[in-house]
């Protein structure tokens, strides 16, 4: 057990880099687009964040697979030395063009990571740690988007600006490489029992299972809205409310992700618990979370101050956390061990890709005058849908 918990620990700044990136571009939206002027709109730089998530959707099933077949060690090593290289790169654009060259390459190297890492936790978790493991996992990815937060700080400091920014972050990423190399190890039994399942038959057998096909909706609906919260919420903060950009990247990201912390370890705690007594408890668990989303989603497009806004978004992390903290745990009861990875890896495909969209579709939509609260309303909409979806799952008797 001792273990299982340095491997959580070992990920936690992995896990921290791999959104402290992404959350970074949102939080310097001003400064990058006064820097680089050919982006010029929202559409473009819309379509760039979506660029992002495309690469890294589509690569996402392949990343899990070779984390299946090959081992998740090296998997998970490799994505980040090569994803910190791509971020040193970042700071060094000077065209739109570049960057969504840079942004496909993040893309490419981001995707092998959270199927291998996830999956390497529930290897060693395999009782009723799992949740609580996964949040913990999970609670790293909040930090790194409550440091992001204040990169826009960091963009307007003329001492340093938001190319310092990238520099030195992916200068952190592959230095810790090196370490991380000679300390972790695959578990036990994912050196010895996992079988090799080739990706054909893994993806047949996965788009056979319906309780599969209903977690991958109910991982998708949901975080269409987290991604418009994550890289478009400090510019809507900023224009909606006139505020600073160093001041619109704390109040829309550290809140929320504060709460989404405390959400994730007493849903994880919650789970495990419950877990005990029912099969279902996980999955009641994560409803539990998302119910909260419908109201926050609403209340975040409706907002008539900051103070409000921030309210909502308290609320949404507090779902979030019970939401997010518990998809590879109910993965886990309706999907064999030799293809969690993968089947993380396909959800990451379909959720991610729909959230490419969204940021497509947002930035199109600000750029026409379409109400916040029209758009969120679909969204509060998508959420309410999920919460049916997840109900209707049937996990494995453990």
Sequence with gaps: MRTAWLVVVLLVPV?????????????MKFSVMADITDIRTDANWGLMLGQFKWVYAFL???????????????????????????????????????????????????????????????????????????????????????????????????????????????????????????????????????????LGEAASELALNRSFVLLVLYFTLPAMAAWIVRDWMPAILKEQFGIGQGKAGVAAAVYWQVAAIFGAALSGWLADRWSRHSDYGRIYTSALG???????????????????????????GLGWGAFDCNNMPILCQIVRPELRATGYGLMNLVSISCGGVADWAFGAQRDVGVPLSAIFGVYAALAAVSVVLVLCIRPTRT
Excluded: K
């Design 60 to 198: 996402s099933p392949v990343g899990g697979f070779v984390a299946d077949r090959f081992g998740r060690r090296f998997t998970i090593c490799g994505s980040l030395f090569v994803w910190s290289a791509v971020t040193l790169w970042t700071g060094n654009v000077y065209s739109f063009r570049e960057l969504m060259w840079a942004r496909s390459l993040m893309g490419i190297s981001e995707a092998f990571y959270i199927p291998a890492a996830l999956a390497l936790i529930s290897d060693y978790h395999t009782g009723s740690t799992r949740s609580r493991a996964v949040g913990l996992h999970q609670t790293a990815i909040y930090l790194g988007v409550i440091a992001g937060g204040f990169s826009g700080y960091v963009a307007d400091e003329p001492a340093l600006g938001w190319r310092f920014a990238f520099v030195a972050c992916g200068i952190a990423g592959m230095v810790y490489a090196v370490p991380l190399v000679l300390l972790l190890r695959d578990a036990p039994r994912a050196d010895t029992g996992l079988e090799a399942v080739p």
């Design 15 to 27: 896990a921290l880099l791999n959104y402290l990136d992404r959350q970074m571009l949102a939080a």
């Design 290 to 316: 998302t119910c909260l989303l419908v109201p926050a989603i609403l209340g975040v497009g409706n907002a008539d101050s900051l103070t409000v806004a921030v309210l909502f978004l308290v609320l949404f």
